[in-house]
């Protein structure tokens, strides 16, 4: 079975801008959840997903959202990039009622 | 709210040397605890999990041991090898949050 992919996996923008990452969870997967690691505040949940609805959010500002569509697949997006938005946004995925979450390979956000 | 607190890294050992990772939470409920590693430019691999009290995890030759009395999780293994150099995160899932709350992650460097 393939794994969580995300695209694309490296990413150059400048402030301002703003920015879509895809996630495509693990076929049969339901919940998809977002993390953003950067060297400095380590792992942090951004939000999760679960049947198009938004469960629950993470302490980041509106500038980030996200969304999930009816085959699972969820997208984050990122308003008016600032600097410090540079990271690695990980998706992960689980099944229903399972607590384990199953990462991709992630996407390298440079903001310049 | 929960927190999860991992022994500060980095660690060197040589190869075949006996490693421990010391992790310790904080929760108001009783979480499921993982630990995930992360290979250079990668996304987070599952190592193993414990979702109750004494239960022990163990994949590859690591351990963990579910300790409620002590709120800990130490990861270890006998005998580590060059291809174990990694950063080890430990991690628990807040009941149903679908959110996992992460460690400052430990950086294993292991000497041939």
């Known amino acids: 079975k393939a794994g969580v992919t995300q695209t694309p996996r490296y990413l150059i923008k400048t402030r301002g801008q703003q920015v879509t990452l895809s996630c495509s969870p693990i076929?049969?997967?339901?919940?998809v959840s977002w993390y953003q690691q950067t060297p400095g505040q380590g792992l942090q949940f951004l939000f999760e997903?679960?049947?198009?609805?938004?469960?629950n959010k993470g302490n980041f500002p509106g500038r980030f959202s996200g969304r999930q569509f009816s085959n699972s697949r969820s997208e984050m997006n990122v308003s008016t990039l600032e600097l410090g938005d540079s990271a690695l946004y990980l998706c992960?995925?689980?099944?229903?009622?399972?607590?384990?979450?199953?990462f991709g390979p992630g996407t390298r956000l440079l903001v310049l | 709210g929960d927190s999860v607190t991992q022994m500060e890294g980095p660690v060197t050992l040589s190869e075949e040397a006996f490693l421990t990772i010391n992790c310790t939470y904080t929760?108001?409920?009783?979480?499921?605890l993982f630990w995930y590693v992360q290979y250079p430019g990668e996304g987070l691999q599952l190592l193993l999990k414990?979702?109750?009290?004494?239960d022990k995890g163990s994949n590859k030759g690591f351990e963990a041991t579910y300790r409620k009395e002590t709120t800990s999780f130490h990861l270890e293994k006998g005998s580590v090898q060059v291809s174990d150099s990694a950063v080890y995160f430990c991690?628990?899932?807040?009941?149903?949050?679908?959110?996992?709350?992460f460690g400052q992650g430990t950086r294993l460097t292991i000497n041939p």
């Open positions: 992960a995925s689980s099944l229903t009622g399972e607590e384990t979450q199953y």
């Open positions: 076929s049969g997967h339901r919940s």
């Open positions: 997903y679960f049947s198009e609805t938004q469960r």
């Open positions: 929760a108001t409920g009783y979480p499921s």
């Open positions: 414990a979702t109750k009290a004494d």
């Open positions: 991690a628990l899932s807040e009941r149903g949050a679908q959110k996992l709350v």
